[in-house]
């Protein structure tokens, strides 16, 4: 399979916290920037924040100061801890390389945030 694998999703209350994993093939991972995306229903795909292969990252202004992304390049995992969610966070997201390759996007984990 070439198209990453995202775990992690769930239904969460607001001020909740998830964190998302992403598995992919090193051919895709190594030396590349990842990025986690999102989908809300009835709106187009956003990006959400990514991580450089050095580390450097990078986020939305709507996520900036709660959500962390992060990567294991021993594992060729990135990651997305989310803290402080509000319902407004609810979509399926995804992870892709940065910037995203269309045909990369797999199925995605949903997250749905509500009381």
Sequence with gaps: QVQPVESGGGLVQPGGSLRLSCAASGSIFSRNAMGWYRQAPGKEREFVAAVTSGGSTNYADSVKGRFTI???NAKNTVYLQMNSLKPEDTAVYYCNMRP????LFGR???VTVSS
């Design 70 to 72: 992060s990567r294991d």
């Design 108 to 110: 995605g984990t949903q």
């Design 100 to 103: 995203a390759l269309p045909w």
